[in-house]
């Protein structure tokens, strides 16, 4: 049974909460959506919004038992770049406006829930199954396999973070593990990585018998759960006190439009500005992404590559959506990648 089926109760004292979600409403003002005066001001704000939103929803997961009151918070963003702007091309002020307007939806959403709190039964969260760093370090290994499959260059694991669910400590922790057992080919840039014959090895040997332990590692499920015409969607799914591996699938529509987004970055990859290291990440996940539409794509590595893009790229088109004589092009991109790999 998921979280989000049992009814939310407080996983905290119902003051601490309420101290908590204020505090949260007050960081809004860091982000100085009032105070935009540029493009660039403006994508620095949207960074900004995007660190205090995602802060405040791993937040409320941690308050309450069940994800309720997270999905009814997630529900309040409203969107800067909409699709209508591939066809009028909107002001400064208006995406401003429409920043502020989110920001205000979430924060009134807070006050809702804080007004909320005194129905709201106190309960003790079920005691989460700690996650060893051997069971870290061998979820980075798969990520790195993945991401690395189908090009010469190293991936930066900090990249690959957001997609396992890892702060960046201990992405990078998990990569000292790897590089300490020889199972990965490092560099003299720190905390990049690709597979070397070992790690290909044990990773093999971990996905062909789940259940026994790969030498140095715990034990890791791989889950693979095939989707038909559920689009964007994500199912979790693990056995008993082990880590899980997500998978999902696409439909042919996403397909098609995944195609066309990496068609346009390419033709107009110069416009992005990245610097070299960036770039060249940029490049390597268009390759292993295309590479993967050639024929049946691994949805594993088609959602990790496709976050690791997203990652890499988003402040930078939502910045040309704004400035570009072209937006529609970049407008298009962004909503892809948005809507595949959230």
């Known amino acids: ?148 499959k189908n090009t010469d260059a190293p991936v930066f694991v900090a990249q690959l973070a957001p997609g396992l669910g890892l702060s960046e400590q201990e992405v990078n922790d998990a990569w000292q593990y790897l590089a300490d057992k020889n199972l990965i080919r490092t560099y003299n840039l720190r905390f990049t990585a690709r597979l070397n014959a070992h790690g290909v090895d044990v990773l093999e040997t971990a996905k062909q018998s789940p259940n026994q332990p790969a030498p140095g590692f715990g034990p890791v499920t791989y889950n693979t759960i095939n989707i038909h015409h559920m689009e964007g969607s994500s199912i979790q799914q693990a056995g008993s006190h082990s880590t899980q591996a997500q998978s999902a699938t696409y439909g042919q529509q996403d397909f098609d439009d995944l195609k066309r987004a990496l068609d346009l970055l390419e033709q107009n990859f110069e416009q992005l500005r990245l610097d070299a290291a960036t770039a060249k990440s940029a490049r390597a996940q268009i390759g292993t992404l295309k590479a993967q539409l050639i024929n049946e794509p691994n949805p594993v590595i088609l959602k990790e590559a496709g976050k690791t893009l997203r990652n890499v790229t988003e402040g930078v088109v939502g910045r040309l959506i704004t400035t570009t004589v072209q937006p529609g092009i970049w407008q298009f991109v962004q909503d892809v990648l948005a809507r595949l790999f959230h």
């Open 1 to 148: 049974m998921s979280r989000a089926s049992n009814k939310a109760r407080l996983a905290v004292a119902r003051d601490d909460a309420r101290s908590r979600l204020i505090e949260r409403i007050k960081k809004a003002e860091e982000i100085k959506a009032d105070d935009i005066r540029s493009p660039d001001d403006l994508a620095a704000a949207e960074e900004r919004e995007k660190r205090w939103r995602e802060y405040n929803s791993a937040l409320l997961s941690r308050l309450f038992t069940a994800d309720e009151y997270a999905d009814e918070y997630s529900a309040a963003r409203r969107s800067v770049h909409v699709v209508s702007d591939r066809y009028i091309d909107p002001s400064l002020s208006d995406l401003a406006g429409r920043l502020v307007n989110s920001i205000n939806s979430q924060i009134s959403t807070f006050r809702s829930i804080i007004e909320r709190l005194e129905l709201i039964d106190e309960g003790t969260a079920p005691e989460p199954q700690m996650e060893t760093s051997e069971s870290r370090a061998l979820r980075l290994l798969a990520a790195i396999g993945d991401n690395t």
